[in-house]
């Protein structure tokens, strides 16, 4: 697809497509690229791949050899560069021909790793914020070679002319916009410097910037990245690395992970953030490409349980997607993100054998990351299991805490389940985890592996209940009609009573009610609902012998005494009920809209009942 028209074919003949530039355009504006600030990117990324052609012929001039120089003054943006340069040849192949590249040319095919595009439409980015491209280029492979110029327009035309070498007098190429008047948010000086030092603070290649106002060109990139700098001691070192990780986030790490993959040419560090995230939020990262910025928001570079950190990477080796602002997914972009895992994982591990503060002030922070990467590793089981925090009935404590005093480790299998079951279980000697959290469950029934002293077992209602106090004989006689009558009030419940002592006394009544005993009130409705035939049957006979939810009433406080004392049958139902959606509303789960009308109805029948007998 060429930028000019191409004349109309005979009939039958072969055609080449036409291309509506303006079009085009405003495709790559709105779907390809985030942003026309893209467009100084491209710039600078051809430049940058110029001059590693031009090293390539000249492998043994000085790193500091060429360069690049930017010049903005507010009327034109100039890139000049140093580079190999085009030829005229080149400039009709490259310049003119949409979706070819000179990194794909025959010629330099076997250094195409070395460059940071593939894709042969960057310039077109320009017509973003200019209605003309000027490019004037001096080819560095054929010294005697005239000066080509090359004007591209927004309506798809352009011209091609040669001049004489003092027009351009070294090789490379120089490309100026003229920008449009609405483009000039993105064109005047500050902001094109601005822009330089943000996608191009890590080049290779000296980069500098000229404001026109006659001062010495600014250095965009005046020091190395930071960890291919040398210092006096590691730990200037590392204090340099967390200068450049607090300049670049905005915050101060705890710590600084040094990260190197010579296979992919990846350097860079990792910087654990200080304070928790939410679960599952993942962070990007800022990825560079051979220097220059990619992404600031790659969050394929690193796996999802890694969010505790945020990363700085520059590589040699990965694969650019079209609008180069992110990564292509592919094995090489696989292997990197194993291997950086690997080395957060070792960052781990070497915390936990050499610096106990700061392992501390880390799963203070990061618990639920360390939980999710201790679910599938092994390694890190063993290191940190003991140490992480959970929920129990001995308040938030570690399970290596926890296991001193509990050598039966109950779990529960619901937060609600645990807040149903915390004060009474405390008070009855029991050690209660709550495994209702993510991961929390799983990573407690694996303490036996790290402690075999100590068992683990899921929380069953049936072993709460054997550790409640039964009543005398005498009390539980004179309270059987009124449990009798409770029964019956929250038989639609599928709800048994029973009265047992438990502390703390302030506890009316303890709500146990099982996902097993959930399932089937599930069951019952839908046993109710279809009467009669085989299926309502079938689901009557799974309902006999089935758990129940057990409303269990503690003798001990002065209110259920009172209740269990009650002669009139509807007050005893109603005080029943009262107490029923009492504990339901203690133990925190969503209440069923049955229940919520039950609360509501035992709290006005009450009320009307000693407005009554005031009266």
């Known amino acids: 697809m060429t930028l000019h028209d191409t004349p109309l074919s005979p009939a039958g003949a072969d055609r080449t497509f036409q291309v509506d530039l303006r079009g085009l355009v405003d495709l790559l504006s709105h779907h390809l690229y985030s942003s026309p600030r893209v467009y100084l990117r491209e710039l600078l990324q051809n430049a940058v791949d110029a001059l590693t052609a031009r090293h390539g012929l000249e492998p043994g001039a000085p790193a500091d050899a060429f360069g690049i120089r930017l010049y903005a003054d507010g009327s034109v943006v100039r890139v000049e560069d140093d580079g190999v340069g085009l030829t005229e040849d080149d400039v009709h192949t490259f310049l003119a021909t949409i979706g070819r590249s000179s990194k794909r040319a025959e010629r330099i095919a076997e250094q195409r790793a070395d460059f940071i595009g593939q894709f042969g439409i960057g310039l077109l980015s320009c017509f973003l914020v200019a209605d003309e491209i000027h490019v004037l280029s001096r080819s560095a492979r054929t010294p005697d070679a005239p000066v080509v110029e090359w004007r591209g327009r927004g309506d798809g035309s352009y011209t091609v002319r040669t001049l004489p070498s003092s027009a351009h007098p070294r090789p490379g190429t120089t490309v100026t916009l003229t920008p449009r008047v609405d483009a000039g948010e993105w064109t005047r000086p500050a902001q094109v410097h601005a822009l330089a030092r943000h996608f191009g603070s890590l080049l290779r290649h000296p980069v500098t910037f000229d404001d026109g106002t006659g001062g010495s060109g600014a250095s965009v990139n005046p020091e190395p990245a930071p960890w291919a700098g040398t210092y006096p001691t590691p730990g200037a070192r590392s204090r340099a690395l967390a200068a450049y990780g607090e300049e670049t986030f905005g915050f101060t790490p705890l710590d600084t992970i040094e990260l190197d993959l010579p296979a992919v040419g990846l350097k860079g560090i990792a910087c654990v953030l200080p304070e928790a995230v939410p679960a599952g939020r993942r962070h990007g990262h800022r990825v560079h490409v051979k220097g220059m910025l990619l992404s600031e928001q790659a969050e394929e570079i690193l796996p999802e349980w890694a969010f505790f950190v945020r990363c700085v990477v520059d590589a040699e080796s990965l694969r650019p997607t079209a609008s180069r602002e992110s990564l292509y997914e592919d094995d090489t972009l696989v292997a990197v993100r194993d291997a950086l895992a690997e080395r957060l994982r070792a960052w781990i591990a070497r915390t936990a054998a050499s610096d106990p503060d700061l392992l501390g002030r880390f ?253």
Not at 508 to 535: F, I, K, N, V, Y
């Open 363 to 615: 799963l203070q922070a990061h618990h639920l990351a360390v939980k999710s990467l201790a679910v599938h590793d092994d390694e890190i089981l063993r290191m940190l299991l003991p140490w992480l925090p959970f929920e129990t009935t001995d308040g938030h404590a570690t399970l290596d805490e926890f296991a001193r005093t509990h050598r039966t480790v109950l779990v529960t299998s619901s937060v609600e389940e645990f807040r149903q079951v915390a004060a009474i279980a405390s008070a009855a000697g029991l050690g209660v985890v709550n495994g209702g959290y993510t991961y929390d469950r799983e990573l407690v029934h694996r303490l036996p592996e790290i402690r075999p002293e100590v068992s683990v077992a899921d929380l069953d209602p049936a072993t709460l209940t054997a550790h409640l106090d039964p009543v005398d004989r005498e009390t539980e006689l004179a309270a059987a009609a009124y449990l009798a009558l409770a029964r019956d009030a929250l038989a639609v419940f599928d709800c048994d009573v029973a009265l047992r002592t438990f502390q703390p006394a302030s506890a009316p009544a303890l709500l146990l009610d099982s996902r097993e005993a959930r399932h089937e009130r599930t069951r019952s409705q839908l046993a109710r609902e279809q009467q009669g035939g085989l299926w309502g049957d079938i689901l009557g006979h799974l309902r006999q012998g089935a758990p129940r939810a057990q409303l269990i009433l503690n003798q001990l406080n002065p209110l259920v005494r009172t209740a269990v004392g009650i002669d009139e049958p509807e007050l005893a139902r109603t005080s029943a009920e009262a107490l029923y959606g009492q504990a339901a509303m203690l133990s925190r789960r969503p209440l069923r809209p049955a229940e919520s009308s039950l609360i509501n109805r035992s709290f006005l029948d009450l009320l009307a009942h000693a407005l009554r007998k005031d009266s």
